[in-house]
């Protein structure tokens, strides 16, 4: 295996945004907010190393089931990273159902990609059901999502939690225990370290 080798197309699930809150005595929502600087520090490690694609998981369809202070809360964030890598030049796609009153109007026009620089998709009032049925009408509602290389997930989690499944199918899983707003760019690096002693065969 190259040791140099990096993955073309990286996942990021920043969990564990309500755990970092409640452990510092604020409010559940206040969390996600305070994972905003982290995720432009990463946006800036993955553009140094020449990292061709990223995929970030902001909320799902099932989020919405959260008290509305909470789905505010994780909405604005989203919508504020989106505006600030788009103006860092990410060219930036938005794959969610937009068809609901939970995808933010003001990023509409991200459904289709913007910008020409490193390829980030955000993952907004996304559900893995709806994806797979555009199938139905001709394709994934993510076709313009490639496959994944590497997942990274942050807040112990051992699970996807409907993240892109068919984009998923041979991506390797690194997990962090520490919470997404405590991120250090030293997690991503040991990831790297990981995935390139990784085997990978693609099943063959």
Same mark, same amino acid.
């Not at 959260?66 to 909470?70: D, I, K, L, T, V």
């Not at 103006?87 to 937009?98: C, P």
């Not at 026009?109 to 390829?119: A, D, I, L, N, S």
């Not at 994934?140 to 490639?146: A, D, K, P």
């Given at each position: 295996m190259a040791k140099n080798r990096v993955p073309r197309h990286v996942g990021f699930i920043p969990d564990g945004n309500r755990r970092w809150a409640s452990s510092g005595g604020l409010p559940k929502q206040d969390g996600y907010a305070h994972g905003i600087e982290p995720g432009l520090l990463l946006f800036e490690q993955c553009k140094r190393l020449s990292i061709e694609e990223a995929s970030i998981y902001c909320y799902t369809k099932d989020n919405m089931k959260? *008290?509305? &202070?909470?789905q505010q809360g994780f909405i604005d964030a989203s919508v504020a990273? &989106?505006? =600030?890598?788009?103006?860092?030049?990410?060219?930036? $796609?938005?794959?969610?159902?937009?068809?609901?009153?939970?995808? *933010? %109007? =003001?990023?509409l =026009?991200? %459904? +289709? %990609?913007?910008?020409?620089?490193?390829?980030v998709n955000l993952l907004m009032n996304y559900g893995w059901e709806w994806d797979l049925a555009g199938i139905k009408n001709g394709g $994934? %509602?993510? +076709? =313009?999502?490639?496959r994944l290389d590497l997942i990274v997930r942050w807040g112990g989690g051992r699970r996807l939690s409907g993240f892109l499944p068919v984009q998923s199918v041979y991506a390797d899983f690194f997990i962090r225990d520490e919470f997404w707003p405590d991120f250090e760019p030293d997690h991503f690096d040991q990831a790297l370290a990981w995935y390139r002693q990784q085997d990978q065969t693609l099943g063959g």
């Open positions: 959260r *008290p509305s &202070a909470q990273f &989106a505006r =600030e890598i788009a103006a860092r030049g990410a060219a930036v $796609l938005v794959v969610g159902d937009e068809t609901s009153s939970k995808f *933010p %109007r =003001e990023l =026009e991200f %459904r +289709q %990609r913007r910008g020409t620089g490193m390829k $994934l %509602r993510s +076709q =313009e999502v490639s």
